[in-house]
């Protein structure tokens, strides 16, 4: 019999205008989320995270991991993922200081990281991870842990207007976040016709990885399908890009055995909502065995035939940034942001695998 999701509960985080949640579970079971508090989806304040005791069905707000500033202005938000032990608690993302008026792209925008190894009681001063890459950098999940113990922390390149996303690299240590010595490009177009957003990689079996992004054409940012890559070394080198055949923008992909995975994408044209699959992929093959809607958020919007600057269609949109996490008891946890009855909030969905 094939296999399909179930929808169990679904409830909200926070509500006080947020976006781009992260989560992760402590080998005690308690579930940490964090998320951006403040502009939603414009991410113009900080990083708060909350707390559930009992499985995902309550959430109570637990702290700021790192406040925004005002002098000068600053923002953040940072992702949550935890070491193979689950004792350190990694807090990863975008620190910007683009103003709330200046355009995507545009600023100081850097990678930084936090920890905590007390259950997120203390969080330590964020560093800013060493790079040599003088742009700004989009950021938009967070670090890989892997079986052999590497930190991979993704992020795009922003070189310019016409160039947004034209690589998306990982930087790598190899000694839990003291030291990072080494990049990897995940993706890159070998034409340089495409550029990649949204960016999530996970490691789907031992010292094997895969990453999905949110592909558009370079310079007019025309929506393209769903690219995947993949590592057979670790995560220290990627394979060529190849398409998913899905117009599905921010898309993430939760491994569930083997080569399948749970994968949950925004769907923002036609009758949008927020689409779980169930997938079998290969090197170059991505085949879809099962499809549901996880979020319906009861509209319809079609696309013009041409659209003359896709980074401005960002503001548009009303429901983004799909993630999961697979719970001690094996159900998942999937959270997304979503703009109800005019205020940005955080929603979680319970799932489980029939």
């Known amino acids: 019999m094939m296999n399909s999701i179930k929808v169990i509960s679904t409830g909200i985080i926070d509500d006080r205008d947020c976006a781009f949640p992260g989560a992760t579970q402590l080998p005690d079971g308690t ?7 403040g502009g939603g989806p414009e991410g113009t304040g900080e990083t708060d995270f ?20 005002e002098s000068p202005f600053s923002s953040n938000y940072l992702k ?12 990863y993302g975008a620190k910007s200081y683009r103003k709330p008026s200046e355009p995507f792209g545009v600023g100081k925008i850097e990678p930084v990281l936090s920890v905590s190894d007390d259950g997120g009681g203390i969080w330590s001063e964020p560093s800013v991870l060493p790079n040599n890459h003088n742009c700004p950098l989009e950021i938009s999940h967070s670090i890989c842990v892997t079986s052999e113990g590497l930190l991979l922390a993704p992020a795009a390149l922003l070189p310019d207007a016409d160039h947004f996303g034209e690589s998306v690299i990982a930087l790598i240590s190899e000694d839990g976040g003291k030291r990072w010595d080494e990049e990897t490009v995940i993706f890159k177009d070998p034409n340089g016709k495409h550029g990649y957003f949204e960016q999530k990689v996970t490691e789907y079996v031992p010292g094997k990885l895969i990453a999905t992004a949110w592909t558009v054409t370079l310079g007019d940012y025309q929506d393209c399908e769903n690219s995947f890559a993949l590592s057979s070394d670790g995560g220290r080198t990627w394979g060529a890009p190849v398409s998913t055949g899905i117009m599905g923008q921010t898309m993430t992909p939760i491994p569930i055995g083997g080569n399948r995975l749970l994968v949950l994408y925004n769907r923002r044209y036609g009758e949008q909502g927020i689409v779980m699959l169930l997938v079998e992929f290969t090197e170059s093959t991505w085949i879809i065995e099962w499809e549901g809607m996880l979020y319906d958020s009861d509209s319809n919007r079609d696309r013009a035939v041409q659209v003359g600057d896709g980074v401005k269609e960002f503001e548009e949109f009303a429901f983004g940034f799909p993630t999961a996490i697979r719970l001690n008891d094996n159900t998942f946890l999937a959270t997304h942001w979503c703009k109800e009855a005019g205020s940005y909030v955080l929603r979680w969905t319970k799932l489980r695998l029939n």
């Open 31 to 37: 579930i940490l989320c964090s998320y951006g508090r």
């Open 50 to 69: 909350s707390r559930s005791t009992d499985n995902g069905k309550t959430w109570s707000l637990a702290g700021t991991i790192l406040p925004a500033t």
């Open 80 to 91: 949550l993922s935890s070491s193979m032990d689950g004792r350190r608690i990694y807090a």
